[in-house]
Structures are given as structure tokens and as C-alpha cells.
């Protein structure tokens, strides 16, 4: 990882100066963080703000960038006006991360940066991420996967910098709770951060609350099946979802896995 890590700071140096697409997750922190020491003023953080994101990641991501005294801009976006998005096509990512992206080259232009970075990292090439596509037309630098890193690297060196997020959850923008074909509204946004907040209180770690209609498909680690099911916990589900518009509320067997909703394509 040594070698990993001067790869990184070497490249990022060769970039000058950074805009970093900063959501306050695992990979965007690590790499601000590392842009920051190394770019020092030269490396901003650029946040968006927008209904796909829950108030408290949103917080999270402010808190940082005060804390560690780095320029932080935030973007706000509707990304429901964005022509195509609320109906939510397969291709759905890279309709969205086209449009934040060309935002947030608008805003690196508009401060003298001459680069925008964002956080992929090697494991994100598994899966389907049309998202990726967009990133690529737009040119924007993915550091961490330049230099090779994974994610389990990223939080170990994560932990080395004593960075709060080094265990934190995997997180994913709200829309990717919906599936493929259903449309994407505002109140149903609402309902699934509601939904994620009501578990996370009631103490779960790694989650994902997908809609299918009027059905809420909970996602957990199998090894919290147990409690889950217990029956205050499973009858406070149900009904503190039910009281959010859920007619049903099922629990996935499978467990909780990244990209499940891409699973059908």
C-alpha cells in the first residue's frame, strides 16, 4: 500500500489543483483528505445538495471539510427536473452523474481549478455503473483508481489517518433504492430516508430500504436477522414504516449486497 500511496500523492501533485466531488463517504473523504495534505488551498471540496441525499450525510460532509478548515461549495440540484431521470431508465446513473458533473466542472472552472477528481475506487469496476461512462466523457480524474487501490485498502488507510468514516457504511444516492422502471418522486425519496433513519436508530449498521411500489424491501446483514425479527423490533417496523405509506414491508433473505437492484438486468 506503501507504493499505492505515492502513486496517489504523486498524481494528485501532477493535477495542480483539485475540485474534489465530495459526498463525505468512505472513498470521497479518504481522497480529500490526502488531496488537502498535498494540494493544501488548491484541493475544494464540492457537495451536493439535493433530495437524493439524506440531510444527515449532508451534514456529515459539512462537518469535515469545517473541521479540517477545506473550502467546501455546495451545489444544489433537482435532480427530478433533469429530463428522463424521475423515470427512472437503466441507464438513470449516467443521465445524473452527467448532469452533477458538468456542475461541478462549471464550478472548478468558475475557482481556478483546473481538475475535477471523484472517488471510485478498483472495486467499483464490478458491478454495473453506468455512471462510470459519464465520468469518462466528461474527463474527470478518478485518483483512487489510478493508483489501484480497493475499498478494504482505502479503510485501512482510512483508520491510519484516524478519519471517523474509515468504518463507516457504504452509502448510495436514495434513487438507487428504486427499481428500474418505477418513478422517481419526492415523497417517495422521503419515505425511504424516513425508513433508513428509523433502522439506523434502532441500532443497524449496514442497511438498504429498496421500494418496489408499495412494498419496502428491507436489506440487512445476515447476521442481524435475529434481531430484526424479534418481535418489538420487527412490530416497530413495521408499523413506523406503514405509518410512512408502505402497505407492506418485507425483509430480503438474501441480505444486504451492493447493486442488488441491478441484479435483473
Not at 18 to 24: K, N
Not at 124 to 142: F, M, Q, V
Not at 156 to 182: D, H, I, Q
Request: glycine share 4%; proline share 3%; with cysteine.
Amino acid at each position: 500500500m506503501a507504493e499505492k500511496i505515492r502513486i496517489l500523492k504523486n498524481y494528485l501533485t501532477s493535477l495542480e489543483s483539485v475540485a474534489v466531488a465530495f459526498s463525505g463517504g468512505v472513498d470521497s473523504t479518504f481522497l480529500l483528505k490526502t488531496a488537502h495534505d498535498v494540494l493544501g488551498e488548491k484541493a475544494i471540496a464540492v457537495t451536493i445538495s439535493s433530495d437524493l441525499i439524506p440531510k444527515r450525510e449532508l451534514e456529515e460532509a459539512k462537518n469535515f471539510c469545517t473541521e479540517n478548515k477545506i473550502t467546501q461549495i455546495l451545489c444544489e440540484v433537482n435532480e427530478l427536473e433533469i429530463p428522463d431521470f424521475k423515470n427512472n431508465p437503466k441507464n438513470r446513473c449516467y443521465i445524473c452523474k452527467k448532469h452533477l458533473f458538468t456542475k461541478i466542472l462549471e464550478i472548478a472552472r468558475q475557482n481556478n481549478i483546473s481538475n475535477v477528481v471523484e472517488g471510485s475506487n478498483l472495486d467499483d469496476l464490478g458491478d454495473y455503473r453506468p455512471g462510470l461512462k459519464a465520468i469518462e466523457e466528461l474527463e474527470i480524474k478518478s485518483p483512487l483508481k489510478f493508483a489501484g487501490l480497493t475499498k478494504s485498502e482505502i479503510r485501512e488507510l482510512s483508520k491510519n489517518l484516524n478519519l471517523k468514516t474509515w468504518n463507516k457504511p457504504s452509502f448510495a444516492c436514495l434513487a438507487s433504492r428504486f427499481v428500474y422502471g418505477e418513478e422517481i418522486t419526492k415523497s417517495k425519496l422521503k419515505m425511504i430516508e424516513q425508513s433508513e433513519e428509523i433502522l439506523l436508530r434502532l441500532g443497524f449498521n449496514q442497511f438498504r430500504v429498496r421500494i418496489h411500489g408499495n412494498i419496502a424491501r428491507i436489506e440487512i446483514l445476515p447476521e442481524d436477522f435475529i434481531r430484526i425479527i424479534q418481535n418489538e423490533t420487527r412490530t416497530k417496523i413495521y408499523d413506523e414504516l406503514k405509518n410512512l405509506g408502505f402497505s407492506y414491508v418485507t425483509l430480503d433473505l438474501k441480505g444486504y449486497r451492493t447493486g442488488s437492484m441491478n441484479e435483473i438486468i
